[in-house]
């Protein structure tokens, strides 16, 4: 059974940055997509950042290209969200998600992750 556990939510200032980090157990971690989506109350979860299966290439949400940075290690199957230039539009519960063998073609739907993190709460203020 595989098990995302996110860190590094907080409250930080606009302009600010923070470090987003999950951690898979539970199978081999480099046979998956990665990536990372948030929520905001009343809006719907949509996808941030993320590395396909066996691809370097990494793919972001406009919102947030140039700012955020995904990356993986596979040596410490970790997944990072190395967030810049934070804006109070970026406060939401971030969601690291793990899609065994997921191509770059479903990366960004939602519902071709198999596993979720519980979510970390990343607040930005004005």
């Known amino acids: 059974q595989v098990q995302l556990v996110e860190s590094g939510g907080g409250l930080v200032q606009a302009g600010g940055s923070l470090t987003l980090s999950c951690a898979l157990s539970g199978r081999t971690f480099s046979d998956y997509a990665m990536a990372w989506f948030r929520q905001a109350p009343g809006k719907e979860r949509e996808f941030v950042a993320g590395i396909p299966f066996r691809n370097d290439n990494t793919y972001y949400a406009d919102s947030v290209k140039g700012r955020f940075t995904i990356s993986r290690d596979n040596a410490k199957n970790t997944v990072s969200l190395q967030m810049y230039s934070l804006k109070p539009e970026d406060t939401a519960v971030y969601y690291c998600?793990?899609?065994?063998?997921?191509?770059?073609?479903?990366?960004?739907?939602?519902?071709?992750?198999?596993?979720w993190g519980q979510g970390t709460q990343v607040t930005v203020s004005s």
């Open positions: 998600a793990a899609d065994r063998y997921g191509s770059s073609r479903s990366l960004m739907e939602r519902y071709a992750y198999e596993y």
